[in-house]
């Protein structure tokens, strides 16, 4: 049998946009209860009202930068008691800034990428696992990438925290062997999202041509893998999920029309 969502409680991250949004939405679609989280708090009310219209979902708020080491210990102990006991994590806040080479990179551009796709995981792990192991149930889903399987020209950076981010959830599953709880990575090529925006500050000229030619995941496609993954039964582990369009076979090889 299948995992069913229903009345579970999941934390997703970076939830206003793209990827989180949408696994927001098929969460809520099969009947799970939401935590969402995320920096923009007009979009995480609009969401929590359309989620609450459409699906009757219950949900809580919480803006928070998952950068802010302080702020995501404080939102964790704040949860009301209803919201503590956390089926399921989705590590999904992430970005990258620009295309420098190494020698030509900024300093705030690293910084930003480390903080929030390393650092911001393993702030928002640390606070939810224990509960996790305390209960002997649960499932961490991390949002990876094919850049922490294969660098590509200017993406050193970016692939370093990608690459920290598969070595993180191998090592949780190592951690966590003799329990219950359930570790995947999900691990997306091109997904035409605000993320190429991001990564050009908002050059939307600029992001367009990095999916032109091309027919490019979309975040629904995403979000429908890690709802397979945390509905499997509890004694699958899905490791690894790799997904790429049809036209890029990695991340060096790309078919444009």
Not at 178 to 203: I, L, N
Not at 214 to 230: F, Q, S
Request: charged share 25%; hydrophobic share 40%.
């Amino acid at each position: 049998m299948s995992y069913s969502l229903s009345n579970k409680i999941a934390l997703v991250t970076g939830v206003t946009s793209g990827i989180g949004l949408a696994t927001a939405k098929v969460f809520a679609a099969a009947g799970a209860r939401l935590i969402l989280v995320a920096r923009r708090k007009e979009r995480l009310d609009e969401l929590a009202d359309e989620l609450k219209r459409e699906h009757k979902t219950a949900t809580h708020v919480v803006e928070l930068d998952v950068r802010d080491h302080g702020a995501v210990e404080r939102a964790i102990a704040a949860l009301p008691s209803e919201w503590r006991e956390i089926d399921i994590l989705v590590n999904n806040a992430g970005l990258s800034r620009g295309l420098d080479k190494l020698w030509q990179g900024k300093l705030e551009d690293w910084e930003e990428m480390i903080d929030t796709n390393v650092k911001g995981l393993l702030y928002m792990t640390r606070q939810v696992l224990p509960g996790m192991v305390e209960r002997n149930r649960g499932h961490v889903v991390n949002l990876g990438s094919t850049a922490g399987h294969q660098v590509y020209p200017g993406g050193n950076v970016y692939c370093a925290t990608k690459f920290a981010e598969r070595a993180l959830s191998d090592s949780m599953k190592a951690d966590l062997l003799g329990t219950a709880v359930r570790v995947t990575s999900v691990d997306p090529g091109m997904v035409e999202t605000e993320f190429s925006e991001v990564r050009f500050r908002g050059d939307r000229e600029k992001a367009a041509t990095v999916y032109k030619g091309l027919a490019p995941l979309k975040p629904e496609d995403v979000a429908d893998a890690v709802l397979w993954a945390v509905t499997r039964p509890a004694h699958v582990n899905v490791g690894t999920i790799v997904m790429t369009p049809t036209d890029q076979a990695s991340s060096l090889l790309i078919h444009r029309r």
